[in-house]
């Protein structure tokens, strides 16, 4: 059930031809409307890490077991902090976004360097 939940919020966040959850809203009966509860919170995590990098702010990210991480985002402007715990799956959707490459400090696939050719 692991394995489709993640794959639900791939298809779903996938920017070039996303599943539309209106359309196959049956895909998200059950234990599956999780999906979509995941992919709002990488979405708003994203325009948050956009907006610190927009600022020259890193957030703080300590490395969990097991591959997750944490993220402690300090807000640019008012006097608070938000933090956000990820499994490695959501990590490895978070790090498909430029700010989620760059706070998670990995390059991201449109600035990773084409492989040289031999």
Same mark, same amino acid.
């Given at each position: 059930m692991r394995d489709f939940l993640y794959r639900l919020v791939r298809r779903l966040h996938e920017e070039a031809r996303p599943l539309s959850r209106n359309k196959h809203f049956h895909a998200f009966a059950g234990e599956a409307q999780g999906a979509l509860r995941i992919d709002r !919170?990488?979405?708003d995590l994203?325009? !948050? #890490?956009q907006l #610190?990098?927009?600022h020259g702010q890193r957030p703080r990210v300590r490395a969990l077991p097991g591959g997750g991480v944490q993220l402690? #985002?300090? !807000?640019?402007t008012l006097s608070v902090v938000r933090t956000a715990t990820l499994s490695a799956e959501e990590a490895a959707l978070l790090v498909q976004h430029p700010a989620g490459a760059w706070a998670l400090s990995r390059p991201s696939p449109a600035e990773?360097?084409?492989?040289?050719q031999g």
């Open positions: !919170h990488l979405r994203e325009q !948050h #890490l #610190l990098r927009d402690v #985002l300090p !807000h640019p990773e360097p084409a492989a040289k």
